[in-house]
């Protein structure tokens, strides 16, 4: 079933290859995507999902500052009651020393990430993600 899927960087983020190899791989997955950009501030990114109801958020960052941005802007998104069930993960380079410590990585789950993927993730894990969510009127459900 085709879903929404909104694409973004995180504020501080201002790669862009990252963005364009997902939204590839996820238009070739069947969906639509709507790609933010880079440095995308937080405010036009909750903003967006409001305005399009996405089934899923995904977040990708390459610069080591995912951690820090990621919570802030989970934040934010799940401070909107329209977007509290919409599925949101975050990719990439997450932190700047190396791959996260297990802890952090619950803290960003605990925060408001349904998945979190560090830069040994493969696409097959988002891919994977992808087709377990079900899409509904008011964003996306994780199948449990």
């Given at each position: 079933?085709?879903?929404?899927?909104?694409?973004?960087?995180?504020?501080?983020?201002?790669?862009?290859?990252?963005?364009?190899?997902?939204?590839?791989?996820?238009?070739?997955?069947?969906?639509?995507?709507?790609?933010?950009?880079?440095?995308?501030?937080?405010?036009?990114?909750?903003?967006?999902?409001?305005?399009?109801?996405?089934?899923l958020?995904?977040?990708?960052?390459?610069?080591?500052?995912?951690?820090?941005?990621?919570?802030r802007?989970?934040?934010?998104?799940?401070?909107?009651q329209?977007?509290?069930?919409?599925?949101?993960?975050?990719?990439?380079?997450?932190?700047?020393?190396?791959?996260?410590?297990?802890?952090?990585?619950?803290?960003?789950?605990?925060?408001?990430?349904?998945?979190?993927?560090?830069?040994?993730?493969?696409?097959?894990?988002?891919?994977?993600?992808?087709?377990?969510?079900?899409?509904?009127?008011?964003?996306?459900?994780?199948?449990t």
């Amino acid at each position: 079933m085709k879903r929404l899927v909104l694409l973004s960087s995180v504020s501080s983020d201002a790669h862009t290859w990252n963005l364009v190899y997902l939204q590839l791989l996820i238009e070739e997955l069947g969906h639509d995507v709507v790609n933010l950009g880079a440095c995308v501030p937080d405010g036009l990114l909750v903003e967006s999902a409001l305005r399009h109801g996405p089934d899923l958020v995904v977040l990708s960052t390459v610069n080591g500052h995912g951690y820090g941005d990621g919570k802030r802007v989970i934040t934010a998104l799940r401070a909107q009651q329209a977007l509290r069930n919409t599925p949101v993960v975050i990719g990439g380079k997450l932190g700047v020393a190396g791959p996260l410590e297990p802890e952090r990585v619950d803290e960003l789950r605990a925060a408001g990430f349904d998945a979190v993927f560090g830069t040994d993730a493969g696409a097959e894990e988002l891919r994977r993600f992808i087709g377990d969510l079900v899409p509904t009127s008011a964003g996306g459900e994780l199948v449990t």
